[in-house]
T-cell receptor, first 111, second 114 residues
Framework: EDQVTQSPEALRLQEGESSSLNCSYT??????LFWYRQDPGKGPEFLFT???AGEEKEKERLKATLTKKESFLHITAPKPEDSATYLC????????????FGSGTRLLVRP | DGGITQSPKYLFRKEGQNVTLSCEQN?????MYWYRQDPGQGLRLIYY???????QKGDIAEGYSVSREKKESFPLTVTSAQKNPTAFYLC?????????????FGPGTRLTVL
């Protein structure tokens, strides 16, 4: 069964304290891995898509990486406005249109 | 501006009522999706549609129904058969025929059963 597990469930950081969020997945064949940011009471906002092991993508203080079993979202020198829930989802080769989501990591960055 | 709109933002339902959630997109995307989000859980797929007049059940379709009469619209009806409908409902759309295209989400509708 295809599955996505995110850790930790919650993370508290001081402003400027870099860290990483983990997304472990099991899927019969990976078509793509997606990262989204979600603010309370709002819809998820697309961040990155990764397609193959070794691929990396960056956006401001965020960098996403991908291996054959997991993805990391690295946050460098975070600011309070980075506080949000970060969602990871995978799309399997044999299910072109379905995204399987993890339960998310709630990030709080304190000033 | 191009995007996805959902209405209403908040919806209250009495026991035994059917309610319909609206989702409209002007991105010219072929595929549209409905997800349900419960506290502390990931998004779960209810229904999806890849083209007009066609749709498929997702993982948790029981108690829900949809229609896709127009490319830009994909309304979701929560029927009285849905035993626990209180949740945050999210609509998404995806462009192109390649499975690699990203799903973009609307702002959501929060449904509460009174």
């Amino acid at each position: 069964e295809d599955q996505v597990t995110q850790s930790p469930e919650a993370l508290r950081l001081q402003e400027g304290e870099s860290s990483s969020l983990n997304c472990s997945y099991t899927v019969s064949g990976l078509r793509g891995l997606f990262w989204y940011r979600q603010d309370p009471g709002k819809g998820p906002e697309f961040l990155f898509t990764l397609y193959s092991a070794g691929e990396e993508k960056e956006k401001e203080r965020l960098k996403a990486t991908l291996t054959k079993k997991e993805s990391f979202l690295h946050i460098t020198a975070p600011k309070p406005e980075d506080s949000a829930t970060y969602l990871c989802a995978v799309q399997a080769l044999d299910s072109s249109y379905k995204l399987i989501f993890g339960s998310g990591t709630r990030l709080l960055v304190r000033p | 501006d191009g995007g996805i709109t959902q209405s209403p933002k908040y919806l209250f339902r009495k026991e035994g009522q059917n309610v319909t959630l609206s989702c409209e997109q002007n991105l010219n995307h072929d595929a549209m999706y409905w997800y349900r989000q419960d506290p502390g859980q990931g998004l779960r797929l209810i229904y999806y549609s890849q083209i007009v007049n066609d749709f498929q059940k997702g993982d948790i379709a029981e108690g829900y129904s949809v229609s896709r009469e127009k490319k830009e619209s994909f309304p979701l009806t929560v029927t009285s058969a849905q035993k626990n409908p209180t949740a945050f409902y999210l609509c998404a759309s995806r462009g192109g025929t390649s499975g690699r295209d990203t799903q973009y989400f609307g702002p959501g509708t929060r449904l509460t059963v009174l």
